[in-house]
Structure formats: structure tokens, C-alpha cells
């Protein structure tokens, strides 16, 4: 947090702050409803339409007197900021592979075919995420353990990657909102001025009526999706027999993931942690899996190395198995990670040039009543998250800039920090190049785009809070002795 600046700029005007974010926007537009791919400049599009965008504030800041030496004090910050998500993210390629070869993931996949049941897949699977993420306190360690296995899983039941990945997704930020673990449930208070349990209690009031109707709709889609049918039956009969004819399948291997869930509840660091889930599942690799290992390699050292750090394949004739058998490796990460790296440049500037604190001024400027103090807030978290690409700074900068405005008001500190994380926190996730975004499409293998429409928990949150603003149900006061 004290890393974390928002320079000012009183030379900028707010048409020109806007000017990059017009010239991005329009970028991206172009490049969604006009390029026939989506592929604009080819592989690594959104990454030159961020670096565009930043050349672009760039110049702004450049015409407005800002030096380059803050510009570029504040992107080395940006990118400083992101360096052990980064190495997280290598870890997590890691585990996919790993995880693959060692016949954790298919296990999973191969247990969970057999006992769940299709027609309530969809709302147990956010269940399952909502239970891991409020142990763990995370939502990337639940999309990087459960969430691999469950997308295997729902993929074999014929469903939708970006629906699976939706409910992954809504299950485990549920829990990344609630849980007393969390890094943003407990940044959020410590920016408005509450406590964390106060902060938690008072969460309920929207998260509660939230995750109630997420889970209703995917009770509705699953039921609607009729993926109990003969034929579909047939089909996850014989991709339980392939997995059972191409692992050795035991309840053995979820020592692996067990071991890693119980590393994070114990606070273990989150580098230590997935390290030790690659190394043991590098060991019941190579105590249970030798005949997958020769089919990557002639060598087991050779396989395990390239588990770890490539994308390989394991050689399968059911289709519906080619992308459970695609191991990750390092070099699966790549691309998310230069997206980070880009956004992380596009976002330095942005702040650097006195552009965030600028747009956010404006906000607070407008919100004359209770409701527009709650909405000017939302716009500001899910715009800093589209400019900034860090749902931290989401939550620190209009935590910072918004907290007077809320005790002038004689409202409680609660809800601003509510307000933070219904805004903030969960909508990080719906944007491509955050942080967020980023590692979630990156380890699930299912594009935002894909997702953001069944990611309901997500979206469905800042509306929700804006319903209660505007209805002013249960809106906390400060006390006069406050």
C-alpha cells in the first residue's frame, strides 16, 4: 500500500486524461467487431493496443510538462508491483503440467465423472469453489487446483468451457470476497477505516443475495442443458474407461492437491506452496506413471522437464480428452504474461501523467447524493481496473480518494469498503489484460470473452450494490459520538 502513489497533475485537463482510454477503446472495438479474427496485429494483439495506449498518455504527459523520469518511476513500480504474480504464474504452468502427467488432474476428472451428478454440475461446481476459496483465501489457488479439474470435468459433461469457467469463477470470488484470509477483504477495510469483521458482516447485505441467485441461474442452465442422455452417458462411460486405460488411477494421488490446500492454510507462501505441488507431483509421477512419462519422452528426467516448462500432449484417440491430455508448462504462461506486462506499462502512465487521480477527482465531483457517492464509487473501481489493470490499485485509489466524501456524508465506513470490494475486487476478473483476467483465462484455457457473460456472480455484484444504495436498505449512518 505504501508503494502504491496517485500523482497529480493540475496542468492536465480532464478531456485530455480521457484521451488515451478513447484511443484504447476504439482499438479494442475495432479489433472485436471489425477484425474477422480477432487478431489484429496477430498473436499478441491486446498486448500492442496497451503499449499504443500507453505511448499515446505518453505523449500526453510529455505535452502537459510531466517528465519522463516520473512516467517511468511509476511503470517500474507498476511492474515491480507484478513480479511475484508473474513468478505465481510460471508456478501455476508448472502444476498444470505436472499435475496432467502425474494423473492428479485426470483423477479428479476420472472420480468426479463417476460420482457427480450432470444435472446439478453447474451449481456444485460453484459450491466447491465457494468452500475452497473461503478456506484458502484466494481465488487464483481455486481456478489453479479445483478449477482445472472441474472444467476437465464439465467439458466431458458437454458443456460449455466459458460456462464451466463462469461458475469456477463466480464460486471463487464468493470466496475471495468473504474469507478473513483474503489480501483485498482485508485491504478493503484498511483503506475505508473499518474493521475486518464489521467489513465481512456488512458484505452479507450484497453478497448474500448475490451467490443465492448465481446459484439459481446455473440450476436453471444445468437443467436446461440436458446433459444426461444416452448418448451423453455413452460418451462419459468411455472417457472414464480411456483415463482408466491411460493412468493409474488411485484416491493416492490426491495427496498432491490435498497437501497444497493445507500449505495455504497454514499461511505457507504461495511460491513455497505451488512449489511443493510440482514436486510431489513430479514423485507420484514417477511412482505412478511411467508408462505416460515414455510417451513424452525417451527419458523420465526428459518428460518431467517438459511437463515442467513446455506444453506437451499425451496421446489420446477420444477427442473429448485432447484438452484434459494438453499439459500446460511454463511456456503456456507466456502470453498472459506479457499481457500483465503490457497492461502494467499502459496503467504506469496512465498514473504517471496525473491521468487516474484526474478522472477520479471528476467522479467525486458529480456524486451529490447518497446514491451518487455509491455509483461514482463503482464506476471508479471498474474503471480503474479497465485503466489501471490492477484490482488493487481498484481498491486503494478510490479508497483513498472517496473516504472523506463518505464521512462527510455521515456514512459509515463500511460502506465504502463494501462498496470497494462489490466493485473492485470481483470485477478484476471481467476484464482481459488485468491482472486477474489474465490468470484466470490463462489457467482455466477459456477466454474472458467466453466466460464474462456466465461469470454472473462477478457482474451481478456491483449491480447489487447499487440496488441496495438506491432502495437505501440497511445503508449504515455514523453514530454522533463518531
Known sequence: MKQISTPENKNLSL????????????????????????????????????LIGGAVALIVGLFNKTSIKQMALEVWENLRSVLVPILILLLVGALAGTWKVSGVIPAMVYYGLEIINPSIFLPLTVIICCLVSLSTGSSWTTSATVGIALIGIGTAFGLHPGMVAGAVISGAYFGDKMSPLSDTTNLAPAMAGTDLYTHIRYMTITTVPTILLTLVIFSILSISNKVTGNGDLNSINSIIDTIDADFYITPWLFVVPVGVIVLVLFRVKPLLSLSAGVILAVVFAVFYQENVLQTISESNTQSVI????????????????ERLYGSGGMSSMFWTI?????????????????????????????????????????????????????????????????????????????????????????????????????????????????????????????????????????????????
Open 15 to 50: 478531456s485530455e486524461a480521457l484521451i488515451p482510454i478513447i484511443i484504447l477503446i476504439g482499438l479494442l472495438a475495432y479489433n472485436i467487431f471489425f477484425v474477422e479474427s480477432q487478431e489484429w496485429f496477430g498473436t499478441y494483439t491486446y498486448q500492442i493496443i496497451l
Open 306 to 321: 517438459r511437463a515442467i516448462f513446455l506444453e506437451t500432449e499425451i496421446p489420446t484417440d477420444n477427442e473429448r480428452l
Open 338 to 482: 506479457y499481457l500483465i506486462g503490457c497492461a502494467m506499462v499502459f496503467g504506469g502512465v496512465m498514473d504517471g501523467i496525473g491521468a487516474l487521480k484526474r478522472i477520479t477527482s471528476s467522479l467525486l465531483k458529480v456524486a451529490k447524493s447518497t446514491f451518487g457517492l455509491f455509483a461514482s464509487t463503482v464506476a471508479s473501481c471498474i474503471g480503474l481496473n479497465i485503466l489501471a489493470s490492477d484490482q488493487y490499485l481498484a481498491i486503494v485509489i478510490p479508497g483513498k480518494m472517496f473516504k472523506n466524501a463518505y464521512e462527510e456524508n455521515s456514512l459509515a465506513p463500511e460502506n465504502l469498503s463494501r462498496t470497494l470490494e462489490d466493485s473492485g475486487t470481483v470485477t478484476s476478473a471481467l476484464i482481459p489484460w488485468n491482472t486477474c483476467g489474465a490468470f484466470h483465462s490463462g489457467v482455466l484455457g477459456v477466454s474472458v470473452g467466453d466466460y464474462f457473460a456466465f461469470a454472473f456472480f462477478n457482474w451481478l455484484s456491483p449491480i447489487m450494490t447499487l440496488i441496495i444504495a438506491g432502495f437505501s436498505i440497511k445503508i449504515r449512518q455514523l453514530r454522533k459520538k463518531d
